[in-house]
């Protein structure tokens, strides 16, 4: 087993439910998960979270704040509370990590005081707050920037950094480039891969052009002190079971490569060093 945790987003598992991730990622093995909190009501319920935390015996390494369109009313309409309320949750279950995106543009107020909030509410709490980074929103030959102050947070001085794979294929954006930009800062990752659509694919590691290989193995040859939380799409699956044969692929891929780091010597650079 590699140093590093690997976790299951509960999201990999949509449309089942946050209680399924719990019993899924306890079967095949995951060392723990990413609670998204989104529309379904156990993941909004810390105590429900707890028992099924504790039935299952898988904890919960970090919480996804609901920052996407669908959660604009999940645990309020003011974004901050939103971030209050994630970090007491992570505080209570035990999670290391607060996964936020940066604000939407027209979030006018929440964006132009996001970066000093994140800063001051980072500094109340051993929580992480891992600012992650998204991408521009394109159809067909249109580029819009939905995000604000930037999709990239590198832009900006944060504490710490979750990067998506996903997010990096859909941006266009070059993977270790950025993590060497997020240096020791980076805090989190969101492993999945992408062939640089248009869409947020959330593809198995492996079936995209993402360097997910590489950056597992920089990652642990670089003793990476975060947690890799395997977070793919399958809502397309046509059964339960094809979509627990993507979620073992993807665990065994993100596993296999964070072993083969351990094997080799810290990169040059201190690229992805332990935050």
Not at 174 to 181: C, F, G, N, Q
Request: proline share 5%; with cysteine.
């Amino acid at each position: 087993m590699p140093a590093a945790k690997v976790a299951l987003s509960t999201a990999s598992v949509y449309p089942e439910s946050t209680a399924a991730a719990f019993e899924i990622a306890s079967r095949l093995g995951f060392d723990g998960v990413e609670v998204m909190v989104w529309t379904d009501p156990v993941s909004q319920d810390v105590e429900a979270l707890r028992r099924l935390a504790d039935a299952y015996g898988v904890p919960i390494l970090a919480v996804h704040a609901p920052c996407l369109l669908i959660t604009q009313r999940v645990w309020s309409t003011d974004p901050w509370t939103k971030l209050q309320r994630a970090r007491s949750a992570a505080e209570r279950l035990g999670a290391t990590t607060v996964v936020v995106h940066p604000p939407f543009r027209w979030q006018r107020a929440y964006a132009r005081d996001f970066v000093s909030g994140i800063w001051r509410m980072a500094e109340e709490t051993d929580v992480r707050f891992a600012v992650e980074n998204m991408f521009p929103w394109r159809y067909r030959d249109r580029e819009m920037m939905a995000y604000a102050p930037g999709w990239d947070p590198t832009d900006e001085d944060y504490r710490h950094f979750t990067i998506d794979l996903s997010h990096t294929a859909t941006s266009r954006t070059d993977t270790l480039a950025m993590v060497d930009r997020m240096g020791d800062r980076l805090g989190h990752v969101h492993i999945a891969d992408g062939q640089g659509s248009g869409k947020d694919e959330h593809l198995v590691p492996g079936r995209g052009d993402q360097p997910c290989a590489e950056l597992l193995q920089q990652l642990s040859a670089n003793r990476f002190g975060g947690h890799v939380v395997v977070e793919v799409n399958t809502r397309r699956a046509m059964s339960a079971a094809e979509r627990e044969t993507d979620l073992t692929e993807a665990l065994e891929f993100t596993r296999r490569h964070l072993l083969r780091g351990e094997s080799c010597d810290s990169s040059p650079g201190g690229r992805a060093a332990r935050p």
